[in-house]
């Protein structure tokens, strides 16, 4: 008997699965690869090989910190050689002191003057054409490129001896930076208003005054008082070719040995420096009618006078109206429907009271700056026979006894020293100018600390602490450079403080909302942001180093400022156009390679 086994329905076949996406190979293939361009590769590269160079720089300039404290000893006999600090006399102090503001005051005057054309021919929204722009970029270029010490030397042979050299010298060197910046102003105006001034038939010079001036001039303002602070400082250097004034006198004492004297006038100029930084956020309330928002020493005193002022002027708006009536209504002064014209008039009020004082104030500051200098106007006339002879003498470039590598040599040296005090100074500008940002700092107290310190170091001129230097530890590049790079610590820190401070704060809010730490904050968020203006102050500073140590070279500091001093001393001229047109080229390099890694790593 068989056995029929009943075999069980075949399934139907399942219908196949749909197709799900590879995650893993989906993903990588549709995700967009991230391609580094050339160009890239080779700024970063650059920015390499320059840390390099400042490291080496750095090793080569022979600071050691067992040597600085070796060196202490000597110190101690030079103070106690120096004993105790004297000044000029009162009104020779007084007299020195004026004239030195007043030479300062006018050489920036007369810069921010010629430089209102230059930037509006520099302006890519305002210039006539491509070549104007480029005529207008080099002018800017030049005249930073070329130290005011040596146009001091050129303006000495053409004119009287007297102020109107510093001022000239003063002058024209600052054209560079103020015209830069008042350019950069123009580019970022609204062009709405010029736009519907152009419209209505305005012309160029309507569009100028009515629809870019009042945009840019707070700008203005604050960039040629800040450019009024550098020169203050920088004219103690010109007192070392025969400028008159506080730095003329120190360059007397310090050549004397009468260091006690020496020391003296620096602690006035340093005084002064800081008296110039109050007086400049005054003037900036002043003129611009509103409060100071800086966090420098100068703005936080003219806040605290004039908040206290306002404090005590709503105390008593508040007890007047408590002793009154508070239910009676306040009468609000109309004027006639007729009298068209009188309300129409601006009446005197207390704020245009102050303004006008303060105008006529800075009018008669001008003035008597202008007469305490004793300009010789009848120079301005006479001094065009002098053009061709002295433009022989420095013209063509040539050197002189000393061998092209000797020079060149030192011209190396001097980069060497810039470099070196750049990477000295950012390294400590980045800590102290981040606890200097309100954004970054832990706490009020720290930020006002930190602000202190760069506006103590901003305010002692390099040159006083490069002879200091000199003195203790001996010539050198190792005062040069680390003289360099204490007061690169004040300008870079108080940039770099600036620019976190304008940083957006969303992505830090965003951080914080999601419990990251104050570093994380600062890692993720602040330091990414303002890596660009990091890198850009940066090249400045190396920039504006470069001609520092040129100066720093005259008073022993190392590098081709001793030949450029000697050559200048021995009426050697052609030597001296042949070590500008060194320093020029090794600006325009810099400036180029600054341009260039803004735009890669923007």
Request: glycine content about 10%.
């Amino acid at each position: 008997m068989s056995t029929i086994t009943a075999s069980a329905p075949a399934p139907a076949p399942a219908s196949p699965p749909p197709l799900a996406p590879r995650p893993d190979r989906s993903i990588a293939e549709r995700a967009p690869k991230r391609v580094v361009s050339p160009e890239r590769v080779a700024a970063a590269s650059t920015l390499l090989v320059i840390v390099g160079l400042a490291v080496v720089a750095v090793a080569e300039s022979g600071i050691s910190l067992p040597g600085m404290i070796e060196s202490w000893s000597h110190a101690e006999r030079f103070f106690a050689r120096v004993g105790p600090i004297t000044f000029p006399e009162p009104a020779e102090l007084l007299y020195l002191t004026a004239l030195t503001v007043g030479l300062v005051l006018c050489g920036t005057l007369l810069a921010a003057v010629i430089s209102v054309p230059v930037a509006y021919i520099a302006a890519s929204n305002t210039t006539p054409g491509p070549a104007w722009r480029a005529v207008g970029r080099f002018i800017t270029v030049l005249t930073r490129a070329v130290p005011d010490v040596v146009l001091a030397m050129v303006f000495v042979l053409m004119f009287s001896i007297g102020s109107l050299p510093g001022i000239l010298a003063i002058g024209i060197h600052s054209i560079g930076m103020i015209s830069k910046l008042f350019a950069d102003a123009i580019e970022q105006i609204d062009e709405g208003p010029r736009m519907a001034i152009r419209a209505a038939g305005g012309s160029k010079f309507q569009q100028f005054t009515s629809g870019i001036l009042p945009q840019v001039l707070p700008s203005w303002v604050a960039t040629v008082l800040h450019r009024n602070d550098i020169n203050l400082r920088g004219s103690v250097v010109l007192g070392y070719v025969g400028v008159a004034g506080l730095g003329l006198e120190m360059s007397y004492a310090f050549k004397s040995l009468n260091y006690s004297l020496g020391l003296g006038i620096a602690l006035v100029i340093f005084a002064l420096c800081v008296a110039m930084e109050i007086v400049s956020s005054v003037v900036r309330r002043a003129m611009l009618g509103s409060q100071p928002s800086g966090r420098g020493l100068g703005d936080r005193v003219v806040r605290g006078v004039t908040g206290a002022r306002a404090a005590r002027t709503t105390r008593r708006a508040d007890a007047a109206r408590a002793g009154g009536s508070a239910s009676a209504p306040t009468p609000v002064p109309t004027a006639a429907a007729g009298d068209l014209e009188a309300a129409l008039r601006r009446p005197w009020t207390g704020s245009r009271v102050r303004n006008t004082v303060w105008g006529w104030t800075a009018v008669a500051v001008v003035v008597g700056s202008v007469l305490i200098c004793d300009i010789h106007w009848g120079d301005l006339v006479t001094f065009w026979a002098k053009v061709p002879a002295v433009a022989a003498q420095f013209w063509p470039p040539s050197f002189g006894n000393y061998e092209p590598s000797t020079l060149f040599a030192a011209m190396g040296m001097t980069i060497g020293i810039a470099l070196a005090a750049t990477l000295l100074s950012f390294g400590f500008s980045v800590v102290i100018g981040s606890l200097a940002a309100r954004n970054v700092a832990p706490n009020g107290t720290a930020r006002s600390s930190m602000r202190l310190v760069l506006v103590i170091i901003r305010g002692v001129p390099e040159i006083i602490l490069a002879i200091v230097l000199i003195v203790i530890t001996g010539l050198g590049t190792q005062a040069g450079t680390l003289a360099l790079a204490f007061g690169g610590i004040g300008l870079l820190g108080k940039l770099i403080a600036d620019s976190f401070e304008e940083v957006a704060s969303g992505p830090e809010r965003a951080l914080r909302g999601a419990g990251a730490t104050r570093g994380q904050v600062y890692a993720s968020a602040t330091l990414p942001q303002g890596r660009r203006a990091l890198l850009g102050h940066s090249f400045y500073l190396l920039d504006s180093n470069i001609r520092c140590a040129t100066i720093l070279g005259i008073v022993g500091g190392g590098g081709v400022g001793y030949y450029l001093l000697n050559a200048g001393q021995g009426s050697h001229y052609a030597v001296v156009t042949t070590i500008v047109l060194m320093i020029l080229a090794t600006v325009l390099i810099i400036e180029g390679l600054a341009v260039w890694m803004r735009r890669v790593f923007r």
